[in-house]
């Protein structure tokens, strides 16, 4: 299973960005995607899921109403819309899979993870 992170960059508080994570490997409408960030000096952490249908979705408290996770599984691609960005939201960010049936926040719940793209919001 491969997972390739990519659209990450330096834009101004604010801005807005689209992440993009493609998948190979496995039957990618059968997964649960999640969305997870790091930023320097802290734990890795949940910011949304969406299910293999695309029909739930779940976000981290601190993106709700800015972020959007959606997929394309003709495309086997994950995306993570990201909207009023701020400085806090500074993270490499990663994709992940889990064979759930529903969308969850728990990192330990995801099998497979990918190299990240680092998003930094300058104020």
């Known amino acids: 299973v491969q997972l390739q992170a990519s659209g990450g960059g330096l834009v101004q508080a604010g801005g807005s960005l689209r992440l993009s994570c493609a998948a190979s490997?496995?039957?990618?409408?059968?997964?649960?995607m999640g969305w997870f960030r790091q930023a320097p000096g802290k734990e890795r952490e949940f910011v949304a899921a969406i299910s293999w249908s695309g029909g739930s979705t779940y976000y981290a408290d601190s993106v709700k109403g800015r972020f959007t996770i959606s997929r394309d599984n003709a495309k086997n691609t994950v995306y993570l819309q990201m909207d009023s960005l701020k400085p806090e939201d500074t993270a490499v960010y990663s994709c992940?899979?889990?064979?759930?049936?529903?969308?969850?926040?728990?990192?330990?719940?995801?099998?497979?993870w990918g190299q990240g793209t680092l998003v930094t919001v300058s104020s």
């Open positions: 490997g496995l039957t990618f409408s059968s997964y649960v």
């Open positions: 992940a899979t889990s064979g759930l049936v529903h969308p969850s926040p728990l990192l330990h719940r995801y099998d497979y």
